[in-house]
């Protein structure tokens, strides 16, 4: 099993940026994909970036050229830097990681976007 701490959430002006951390602890070694989803209060959960153990990255049409995902090659941190942020990216954002068929979850960290 692996846990996932998120951290980097808060308020921020529309046109701003913020950068969240997720750092991954215990099983780490077989961790895949990792990646950022968000659930803004009445949307389902969706898929913002991830990236693969490969180095491929994939991105909702939504954030491409505003979000950009990294990782450490020890695969226990992934990155969110999220630029030219908007009133629509405000949402609880959570962390996840990807073992096979198993997916663990962060406890999430809000971001903000005034308007």
């Known amino acids: 099993q692996v846990q996932l701490v998120e951290s980097g959430g808060g308020l921020v002006q529309a046109g701003g940026s913020l950068r969240l951390s997720c750092a991954a602890s215990?099983?780490?070694?077989?961790?895949?994909?990792m990646g950022w989803f968000r659930q803004a209060p009445g949307k389902e959960r969706e898929l913002v970036a991830s990236?693969?153990?490969?180095?491929?990255?994939n991105y909702a049409d939504s954030v491409k050229g505003r979000f950009a995902i990294s990782r450490d090659n020890s695969r226990k941190r992934v990155l969110l830097q999220m630029n030219g942020l908007k009133s629509e990216d405000t949402a609880v954002y959570y962390c996840?990681?990807?073992?096979?068929?198993?997916?663990?979850w962060g406890q999430g960290t809000q971001v903000t976007v005034s308007s």
């Open positions: 990236s693969s153990s490969g180095g491929t990255t």
């Open positions: 996840a990681a990807d073992q096979g068929a198993n997916r663990s």
């Open positions: 215990g099983r780490t070694f077989s961790i895949n994909t």
